[in-house]
């Protein structure tokens, strides 16, 4: 064991004797990585709202003005029995002018030039459970379209497309700036790495010529850029939590983005801990490419 | 123990050592001679596989150690206690640690350490001052503790390439006093150096290379 007492002593040593190179290194990789965070962070949030919104998807069936009661009774119990329906309720041309003149009380006179009640009665259908997603919804539209009676179906499908084109573009700028600002992490923790060599080479030939193997003598070297990545990603998540603290703070503020305030979500444990663990990752590949670039070089 | 056969190598065709044939027994106790770059350094890089024979074959305690894999190098070298002109140790590290580093290496225990460091330093007679930083050591005794690590893990050959090369007459007397006594216990010890004061003390082995090739061998004698 006391062999690696020593490996970890090692990698200490070389943290503290470069300790401003140390300290540039998991700064810069904190800054680095909190880009990366900012990103995984709105792409979270958007995800989290569009399954938010996701729940809370209504459709409505707009029924033609000239069905008759029967046939409307009939159809609402079609739509019953499908198990792609959780729960509809109708409304009524009379009940759907009242929502209008409720809403909109200073536009309500508008409607009253055009003499009859324009409005259609209609059910709003909330889909089952397992039925919500995009997908599923535009399917089961689709075939309610066509069926007789039915004047038009409409659900805030532009909105939800658009929150879907948007988190693919998130995504994709995600894992772009991520692999981007990820390479630059591993060389700032590289080029880390490559002092702390540079300085110890007379350590490094000495292991060498008493027997030490590669592994050995680059143990520390990993230990030391695992630290880094694990410092560096740890910092990244604190400036991230101060950041986001303070947006949240600033948005309930705000009277009207208080319902926004309760939806916005930081990263999960779980994330936190995969972020760390990527930093980690990082951190050890920056010392594998800086090692093996001097192993090349010592042979 | 050691063996080279037609051993030849050059670097930018500038021949070093040219078709080197040579035995030496377990045991033996040789005296490598010869001006600076005759080619010493070379032969003993090449004995711990830091250097690989452009042809000819070396074998270290039967192992072929030019066709050894990079892997099983280090294992080699674990057999082989070195001793150089630059001392080469650790300034941060304490007496004790830098003696104890070969043995770190081969994950001995730290009982297995204490022990073996001590009687190592005890040999050399610096256990006294196990303490303190290189730094703070004469030069004679910074030789003396990079012999002490040297032997620490009790090797089958020891190579001291110049060791003597810092020290004053005097210093360099007690050094090869104490290769004497290593290979009394039964190590075979090879001293490259191109101190012809040297060849007085040791009443053995010589041979001497002189731009790589290998003349007849000569005695020394103890002054």
Not at chain 1, 177 to 200: D, E, H, K, Q, W
Not at chain 2, 8 to 17: G, P
Not at chain 2, 64 to 92: A, D, M, W
């Amino acid at each position: 064991m006391r062999w690696l007492v020593y490996l970890f002593c090692e990698a200490w040593t070389n943290l503290r004797t470069n300790r401003t190179t140390t300290v540039v290194a998991i700064v810069t990789t904190a800054f680095t990585l909190t880009c990366v965070g900012i990103f995984v962070l709105s792409y979270v949030n958007l995800r989290h709202a569009a399954n938010w919104l996701q729940e809370d998807i209504k459709v409505i069936v707009y029924l033609d003005d000239r069905l008759p009661l029967e046939a409307i009774q009939e159809l609402e119990d079609t739509l019953k029995a499908d198990r792609m329906v959780g729960s509809l309720f109708y409304i009524s041309k009379d009940q759907a002018l009242g929502e209008f003149r409720a809403q909109f009380p200073s536009d309500s006179h508008l409607l009253e030039g055009l003499g009859e009640n324009p409005l259609p009665a209609s059910f709003v259908v909330t889909p089952a459970p397992n039925y919500r997603s995009l997908n599923s919804v535009n399917r089961w539209a689709e075939r309610v379209t066509i069926m007789p009676g039915v004047a038009k179906v409409d659900y805030n499908q532009e909105w939800i497309d658009a929150l879907a084109e948007l988190i693919r573009y998130i995504e994709l700028a995600a894992i772009s700036v991520g692999v981007i600002l990820s390479m630059a992490g591993i060389t700032i923790i590289g080029n880390t790495i490559r002092l702390a060599l540079f300085a110890r080479r007379e350590e490094v030939e000495i292991l060498r010529l008493i027997g030490a193997t590669r592994t050995f003598i680059r143990i520390p070297y990993v230990i030391e850029g695992a630290v880094l990545g694990v410092c560096g990603s740890a910092l990244s998540l604190s400036i991230l939590k101060l950041g986001f603290e303070l947006f949240r703070r600033q948005i309930g503020s705000v009277g009207r983005f208080n319902e926004i305030e309760s939806l916005v979500t930081f990263l999960p444990i779980s994330g936190c801990a995969a972020f760390v663990g990527i930093g980690m990752v990082l951190g050890i590949a920056g010392s594998m490419v800086s090692l093996r670039r001097f192993g090349e070089t010592r042979g | 123990m050691i063996q080279l056969i037609h051993v030849s190598k050059s670097y930018d065709r500038r021949v070093v050592l040219s078709d080197l044939t040579l035995e030496i027994g377990k045991g033996e106790f040789v005296l490598l001679m010869g001006p600076s770059g005759a080619g010493k350094s070379t032969l003993l890089r090449m004995l711990i596989g830091e250097e690989r024979p452009d042809q000819g074959q070396i074998f270290v305690q039967g192992k072929n150690v030019g066709q050894l894999r990079q892997s099983e190098v280090p294992y080699l070298r674990r057999k082989i206690g070195t001793v150089f002109q630059e001392f080469h140790l650790l300034p941060k590290k304490s007496v004790f640690e830098n003696v104890a580093l070969p043995l770190l290496v081969q994950r001995s225990s730290v009982a297995e350490i204490r022990r073996k460091v001590m009687e190592a330093l005890r040999a050399v007679d610096v256990e006294h001052k196990k303490d303190q930083s290189p730094a703070s050591l004469s030069t004679g005794e910074q030789q003396r503790v990079c012999i002490a690590r040297a032997i620490v893990n009790g090797p089958v050959v020891l190579l001291a390439d110049e060791p003597t090369g810092n020290l004053d007459p005097e210093r360099t007397a007690e050094i090869i006093e104490l290769f004497k006594l290593v290979n009394a216990r039964g190590t075979t010890v090879v001293v490259a150096t191109h101190d012809p004061h040297v060849m007085t003390l040791v009443n053995r082995r010589v041979m001497m290379l002189i731009q790589g090739v290998l003349i007849p061998e000569v005695q020394g004698g103890d002054a």
